[in-house]
């Protein structure tokens, strides 16, 4: 009965339409005899071929006198309800065009025209263009009549009428015989008579009144969205003029609908509008002011949180909410990432640490296989801090409307979830922009007024989250893991160069921000004049907010269009140059006040040797001299062990260079008699050891291993045997463990055909390894260094038309072998993964993320863990046997996506997807990974440290030779020490407040609680516990860090 009533003024036109491909200047003004019938598909969709194909739709309309039953249309409004799937969207009525769409602004309820009267004529024109990576699509097209403002006609009962029967059906199913029955009574006598049925209506609908209350109960709280993305199938300067568009259309709405709220986040965009449109910026903070307007976020930009470090968490949030409290006023309460693809264990306890209460995002609604759990519910970080989470209402299409049986429909669902019956609502257009619309608002105040919809009150998202947050808050559920997206598992791998470059820019404003620090407090100690500023801090903080939009979630994941990671790329190189050159001037601001050694030695240069890490480290120092010409000392005078790298540089063990501090060493250029060299396979004398003279060599030097059918790279640690026929690693064998790493063909490089689903830059082929491909072939197998220091072979592969050079890496003492890679890459819809069997069976994997790891089965047993095939880690990925007696570390400088089964992990290293960007991937790509065995599990092993060894480099500075100092800092120098070995030190930088303060901020990365013991060579003292955002946290006696707490103190001292 309710579907014969909505059929009075409902008319599905799909049908009817005709095309054509060819693309018109201007809207036909007729239907030419050469146009097609259009037929619909099974789902009930006009389709037509990707690739932004043009297709022409258009079909008259003829008003009748009535649709069914003799109803009179004549004095109702023509709508037009249209939904498409298509890159641009233009409609067109008697040839004017009336509304504009895309991708994300798909659909419309068109006003045809006012006051319909019989036999009126109406040509509907409809261009659409196709999505590059997916088909087009028309999927509704039909007509409604409705009444004005405040009357009533059969389609706007039938709705009413609908959304009884569901609430009754899932709540009350006790009164629905009641309204059955009313409407089996309707009188249909009268329906020629509109008047006179309008009035049967209206006492169907008195009849109805006692079933309001239970409808009344309810209430939706809408706030006004347009998600903008910053970049994606647009550039950022089309964004701005997007959002200024955007923007003036939200205060305009709002001049006359009083009731709108409107949210939204990025203090990056507020920055910008602020410096470019002022009367527009002045015009959101007027309404910020009368709480029309809702800051969101907190962040400085909407970025992709999974692959970013703990440290850029912190800075998106230390720069977005320190923007919002010094403009508007106050600190954001809400975060805000509709958008992103996946979060991170950590997020919450960094959240909370930012001041902010509450979390909302909507992108778990994207699951391609499972439902999540839960709608509101605590989200609990490793540390155990909770922040009340919301998931938003689901919008897959970009596009929220006011549509009541969609609101309905959403609405039972959540109060099923939740119990809730307070219901969240997100009116707008989005991704590109647009906002509420005028007819979305106009809609909501008709079903507002309804005595059978619920309660419409337009809201901000705090107010929202206060209010749901009261309401038996010990209910809502916990959920203490990450929160993976079963979705765009590509975004891991896709655009290698933009997961490259963010985290060679994380690790350089890291070392940055903390030898700049340290130069400016001895600058402080050593010049009685010297006068402490911000400058560098300034220069700092504005590369890490140019880094921070280089994170957003559609740069740095690699799935936006070409002219975008052309703008990135440019920002990275701004980033580096700047870095660099702050880097560069502290070092050697730093070296000096260091005094000269207490020997007589001559020497040409000296060469610093820093120490980023919190932690004594030894390594192999390549200096960028000419090898052959010089020798090295240590500050004691003694003569150290070098070696000829193949590109002619000087190599050296720099020992037990301090925690964040600094060894000294000295050049000289006295030409000494070279070692006998090592002939490869064709003779030639390659550049070798050097023998010192009388100096002692290390009792553990490195074994050279000569062998004419095999390749082998040997030293105490690791005995590594490269299949010459291959090109792989046919074993490595620990020495110190005794046991054998590799079962099987190690460094096999795996290509697979990948698709990407219909997201092509986003996803991987589910089924990628059904499609596997021919692995690469050996071209040629060379030693270039077999050394004393080092040794190095370089296996040379190729695969259709791509190159792949590979470098094992073994260095003096080293338990790691380093496979350093140059890829020419120059493949279409591929992936590349390289595979490690192991000598080992494991239950789990453990994966570093941002301030920890987590823990992911081998031996998916749920719906849940078998949609995790793909997922990602940071500098490293753990396979400890289950008795944790021996495991094996995957290390990498670059990489994110990984696969895992009980005996195997997989680096996924390259993609090549073609949309949105064409170009992605294709050309030179350079990163390494590396193999590290250890006995027992990964915190024994030390795991986390080697990690950040493998990214971060100990620093050489060469200066000549200067004039002798009597007082000044000593050749080998510690500046700070944390005794505690599972602290991390995140950031050692100038307060933001007040640059004669410091703040220090790390991580417990093991899972123990411990005391933090802090030394250190300034005098500075702890001020007091703080947040991220730099304010009070705890008093300054409460120095004891819980499992994976992040920790930051203030410091400062008397001179300073």
Request: glycine content about 6%; hydrophobic content about 35%.
């Amino acid at each position: 009965m309710i579907n014969k009533l909505r059929l009075l003024t409902e008319l599905d036109i799909k049908n009817n339409w005709y095309f054509s491909d060819k693309d018109y200047a201007q809207s036909p003004k007729i239907i030419e005899p050469n146009w097609q019938n259009a037929v619909i598909n099974e789902k009930g969709y006009l389709v037509w071929e990707k690739g932004n194909k043009v297709r022409w739709f258009a079909q008259k309309i003829i008003i009748p006198h009535s649709l069914d039953s003799n109803y009179p249309l004549e004095g109702l409004d023509l709508r037009l309800f249209l939904t498409w799937w298509a890159e641009s969207a233009q409609i067109f009525v008697n040839g004017q065009l009336k509304v504009e769409g895309d991708l994300f602004d798909s659909s419309c309820r068109l006003l045809v025209t006012e006051n319909v009267k019989p036999h009126q004529e109406f040509l509907i024109t409809i261009r659409l263009i196709s999505p590059n990576h997916d088909i087009g699509g028309l999927m509704i097209s039909r007509c409604v009549y409705e009444a004005k403002k405040g009357e009533i006609d059969p389609s706007f009962v039938a709705n009413e009428l609908t959304v009884l029967s569901q609430y009754l059906d899932n709540f009350h199913p006790d009164k629905k015989p009641f309204l059955d029955l009313a409407i089996q009574e309707l009188n249909w006598e009268y329906v020629d008579n509109k008047s006179l049925f309008h009035q049967e209506l209206a006492n169907l609908r008195d009849k109805l009144l006692p079933l309001s209350n239970y409808i009344k109960e309810r209430c939706f709280y809408p706030l006004g969205h347009a998600h903008l993305d910053m970049a994606w199938l647009w550039t950022l300067e089309e964004t701005y003029e997007v959002a200024q568009r955007t923007f003036n259309s939200v205060l305009n709405l709002q001049k006359e609908y009083k009731y709108l709220t409107f949210g939204h986040t990025t203090a990056y965009l507020y920055q910008w509008i602020e410096s470019h449109n002022l009367l527009l910026f002045n015009q959101i903070k007027n309404a910020i002011a009368s709480s029309q307007w809702e800051i969101l976020g907190g962040m400085w930009i909407e970025p992709e949180v999974n692959l970013i470090s703990g440290e850029s968490l912190v800075r998106q949030l230390l720069y977005g909410q320190k923007y919002f409290k010094e403009k508007f006023g106050k600190y954001n309460k809400v975060a805000w990432l509709p958008d992103t693809f996946g979060f991170p264990w950590q997020l919450p306890q960094i959240l909370r640490q930012a001041e902010i209460e509450y979390f909302v995002t909507g992108k778990l609604h994207w699951n391609d296989t499972n439902k999540f759990a839960y709608g509101c519910f605590w989200w609990q970080s490793p540390d155990g801090s909770q922040i009340l989470t919301l998931m938003s209402p689901p919008n897959v299409t970009g596009v929220m409307d006011t549509n009541p049986i969609t609101m309905t429909n959403y609405s039972i669902d959540w109060e099923k979830q939740t119990g809730l019956k307070d219901i969240f609502w997100l009116p707008g257009v989005g991704d590109h922009g647009g906002g509420p619309t005028r007819d979305m608002l106009e809609v909501a105040q008709r079903y507002d007024d309804s005595p059978f919809f619920p309660k419409i009150k337009f809201s901000t998202a705090e107010d929202y989250l206060n209010k749901i947050s009261t309401i038996s808050p010990q209910n809502y559920p916990v959920w203490n893991s990450e929160l993976y997206l079963e979705l765009h598992r590509g975004c891991y791998t896709t655009h290698g160069d933009q997961k490259y470059q963010n985290r060679y820019c994380e690790k350089l404003l890291y070392q940055a921000e903390l030898f700049s620090t340290i130069a400016t407090i001895l600058h402080n100690q050593f010049i009685p004049e010297y006068q402490v500023d911000n400058h560098i801090q300034s220069q700092i903080e504005a590369n890490w907010q140019k880094l921070l939009l280089n994170q957003f979630h559609d740069i740095l994941p690699g799935t936006s269009i070409t002219p975008v990671f052309t703008e990135a790329n440019q920002l990275y190189q701004e980033i580096i140059t700047s870095t660099n050159n702050i880097l560069s001037n502290s070092l050697d601001a730093i070296a000096s006040y260091i005094k000269l050694p207490n020997f007589n030695l001559e020497y040409d240069y000296e060469v610093t040797i820093f120490n980023s890490l919190n932690w004594i480290r030894s390594e192999i120092v390549e200096l960028d001299i000419e090898g052959e010409k010089y020798k090295i000392y240590d500050g004691e005078g003694k003569e150290l062990l070098t070696q000829i790298s193949h590109e002619g540089k000087l190599l050296f063990l720099a020992e037990n260079v301090p925690s964040v501090g600094y060894k000294s060493f000295y050049l000289t250029n006295k030409i000494l008699p070279l070692l006998r060299g090592f002939r490869d396979d064709h003779d030639t004398i390659l550049k070798g050891d050097r023998n010192m003279g009388n100096m002692p060599v290390p009792h553990n030097r490195m074994e050279i291993i000569e062998e004419d059918i095999t390749y082998i790279l040997e030293n105490d640690s690791l005995r590594v045997i490269i299949d010459k026929k291959t090109g792989n690693i046919d074993g490595i064998f620990d020495k110190v463990n005794q046991r054998e790493i590799i079962k099987g063909e190690g460094n096999e490089l795996q290509l697979f055909e990948d698709k990407g689903q219909y997201w092509d830059a986003w996803n991987i082929d589910p089924n990628y390894e059904n499609y596997r491909l021919d692995n690469p072939q050996l071209v040629s197998i060379n030693w270039l260094e077999k050394g004393i220091l080092r040794q190095r072979i370089r296996v040379i592969k190729t695969y259709n038309k791509s190159e792949f050079i590979q470098d094992y890496i073994l260095d003096f003492q080293s338990p790691i072998l380093k496979i350093k890679n140059k890829v020419n890459w120059q493949e279409d819809y591929t992936l590349l993964k390289v595979s490690f069997p192991f000598n080992l069976e494991s239950d789990y994997v453990t994966y570093e993320i941002a301030c920890g790891n987590i823990q992911r089965t081998t031996k998916p047993q749920t719906d849940e863990e078998k949609a995790q095939w793909e997922v990602y880690g940071h500098h490293w990925a753990d396979l400890a046997d289950n008795n944790d007696n021996y495991g094996v570390s995957l290390l990498n400088d670059c990489k994110y996506g990984y696969s895992a089964k009980p005996n195997q992990l997989r680096l996924s290293l390259l993609r090549s997807p073609k949309w949105p960007d064409p170009k992605c991937d294709r050309g030179f790509h350079e990163f390494s990974y590396g193999i590290y065995g250890h006995k027992q599990g990964w915190k024994e092993g030390k795991t986390v440290q080697k990690g950040y060894e493998f990214n971060i480099s100990l620093l050489a500075l060469l200066t000549e030779k200067r004039e002798k100092k009597d007082s000044g800092l000593k050749t080998n120098h510690e500046f700070i020490n944390i005794e505690e070995n599972n602290f991390v030190l995140m950031t050692f930088k100038q307060a933001e407040k007040d640059p004669y303060r410091m703040i220090i901020r790390g991580y417990e990365c093991e899972g123990k609680s411990s005391l933090l013991t802090l030394k250190n060579e300034f005098d500075l003292k702890i001020i007091k516990r703080i947040n991220v955002l730099e304010n009070d946290a705890l008093n300054v006696e409460d120095t004891l860090i819980k499992p994976y707490e992040i920790f930051s103190l203030l410091l400062a001292n008397q001179q300073i």
